[in-house]
């Protein structure tokens, strides 16, 4: 056999083979302080601190916050909503997609990469993975070590403290549909229901996995707004880029070099703003759906900038006009249309919010009997009235009947509604027979609580008598 024949590669070797099933490499990301992970941090602990704290909130006496299910009431802050409110909780959702499609416009991904709870919880695990593990090179030595009694500590202290806070996390969570002070003493005292058990255990686990194991492939592969964010990006938009003119070619070059004569861009070649990045990614590749837009390698490649005495901004927040005309356009159809979009939106809500009246009124007629006649020959009918005070005072409402004859009332017309409460009340119309022109009568149940105004509501009815011929 020709030593040409043994070098001739094989299939395998000549195929370039792409796994569909590639196990994802382990991101070992780099901590590196600067300008973008204070602001990160700042605009997440808020975030956290909030959700953490809210469900211990207390208003008028109950959870200020609280998504009540059996009782179909939704408490938040001053107000309750109802199912009859679904209608609001749809545009608050519209409004908040709005919101976020406007600022992903001007802005591009920032709140995945400061706001989005999967970046604040994954921040949170790595910053525990830190404390036990130790900085990027301790943590690739400790995995490729052999189990001794260090790596067992370390290793368990990290799921430990990752445990911890996904149980925080998973109780809160539950703690939001479940008054949060009888929640922990029934947990704590093994008498909780077993739904509220299982759903703090299920949030644990899913909070546990997604921050510990999955972290940038939930962004990569599960999140929705990943995928269709970037339909929302034009050439105006802020991303984070690599300013590659002035970077390339990259290479590494001695200090005080003529690194232009060599032919060397601004870039060193450092790989720092690859060591830093939490989704793994090189972003001299240009823009890749992965970036989240968290801004840490801009810390890193303007720290080296710096260190290197070249100017800063190789890697920057900027746009792609600005990069290729030296502008951006800040006013442009897309973001002027979704504005005046969200703007319609939100004086629609508020509108609906500012008139709203919580109060609402049913009338079920008596079915099984249309009408009858009463000892005194009387025609009657019987009406239930169903009163559901969604305020959360209770009122005195008058019961009015608004008719083109005069009915007589048989029933208490002035009834008490505590606040929240569905109260139903039994009342009967009678009319003489001589005075029922046709068969059936249009009336209207009018509704007006005693101590505000604006408490009211009207429902119409029947009232049904012998046919007249
Ligand atoms: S490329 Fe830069 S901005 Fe994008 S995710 Fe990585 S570190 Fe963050
Ligand atoms: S940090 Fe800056 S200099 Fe270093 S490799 Fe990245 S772009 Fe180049």
């Known amino acids: 056999m020709s030593s040409q024949e043994e070098k001739k590669p094989s299939l395998e070797e ?6 569909l099933y590639e196990t994802e490499k382990k991101i070992y990301q780099r901590r590196f302080v600067g300008f973008f992970r204070k602001l990160k941090k700042r605009s997440g602990i808020p975030l956290l601190l909030g959700y ?25 802050f001053w107000m309750t909503f109802w199912p009859q409110d679904f209608m609001m909780l749809a545009w608050l ?36 993975e830190r404390f036990f593990e130790g900085g990027r090179n301790k943590r690739i030595k400790l995995d490729l070590a052999p189990w001794s009694f260090n790596k067992v500590w370390r290793k368990g202290g990290k799921h430990f403290g990752w445990l911890l806070i996904a149980f925080i996390t998973g109780f809160t969570f539950v703690a939001y549909f479940n008054p949060v002070r009888q929640l922990s003493i029934d947990l704590f005292t093994f008498s909780a229901p077993a739904a509220a058990v299982f759903w703090t255990f299920f949030f644990t686990l899913m909070t546990y996995m997604n921050a510990g194991y999955l972290r940038e492939q939930v962004c990569k592969y ?25 970077g390339e070619s990259r290479g590494q070059r001695k200090k005080g070099s003529d690194y232009r004569a060599e032919g060397l861009g601004d870039c060193v070649d450092c ?22 837009s968290c801004g840490l390698c801009i810390d890193a490649c303007n720290a080296i900038m710096e260190k290197v005495e070249y100017p800063k901004g190789l890697i920057s927040f900027t746009t792609e006009n600005k990069l290729e005309n030296g502008a951006t356009h800040v006013f442009r159809p897309r973001l002027l249309g979704y504005g005046l979009a969200l ?25 099984s009997l249309l009408y009858r006649e009463t000892s005194r020959g009387m025609v009657e ?17 008058v019961i009015n009947v608004e008719a083109d004859q005069d009915f007589r009332f048989i029933g208490d017309s002035i009834v008490d509604v505590a606040g929240g409460e569905v109260y139903t009340h039994l009342v009967r ?31 119409e009815s029947r009232f049904i008598g012998p046919f007249i011929r």
């Not at 809210?54 to 200020?64: E, F, H, K, V």
């Not at 001007?106 to 994954?122: A, D, K």
């Not at 939106?345 to 079915?367: G, K, W």
């Not at 019987?382 to 969604?390: K, S």
């Open 381 to 397: 009918n019987i009406y239930t009235l169903r009163i559901n005070n969604m305020d959360n005072q209770a009122h005195k409402y």
């Open 14 to 19: 000549e195929a370039h083979v792409l796994y």
């Open 93 to 128: 959702l519209i409004i908040a997609a709005f919101t976020l499609f406007s600022v992903t416009v001007v802005v591009g991904r920032v709140w995945c990469g400061f706001s989005c709870p999967q970046t604040v919880w994954t921040m949170m695990f790595m910053g525990v």
């Open 343 to 367: 703007l319609v939106m939100v004086s629609v809500f508020a509108y609906t919010l500012i008139t709203r009246v919580p109060l609402e009124l049913d009338i079920i007629r008596d079915r």
């Open 222 to 246: 599960m999140c929705p707004y990943a995928r269709f964010q970037s339909v929302m990006f034009d050439a105006d938009t802020l991303i984070v880029s690599y300013d590659k003119a002035r």
């Open 52 to 76: 953490l704290l809210l469900p211990w909130l207390q208003i008028d006496g109950r959870q200020a916050v609280w998504f009540d299910l059996p009782a179909r009431k939704f408490h938040i």
């Open 429 to 459: 119309l009678e009319l003489d027979p001589g005075l029922l022109k046709r068969g059936n009568i249009d009336i209207t149940f009018v509704l007006q609580a005693e101590d505000d105004e604006k408490m009211h509501d009207s429902e």
């Open 271 to 292: 790989g720092l703003c690859v060591q830093v990045c939490p989704v793994g990614i090189d972003i001299r590749e240009g823009l890749q759906p992965e970036c989240i």
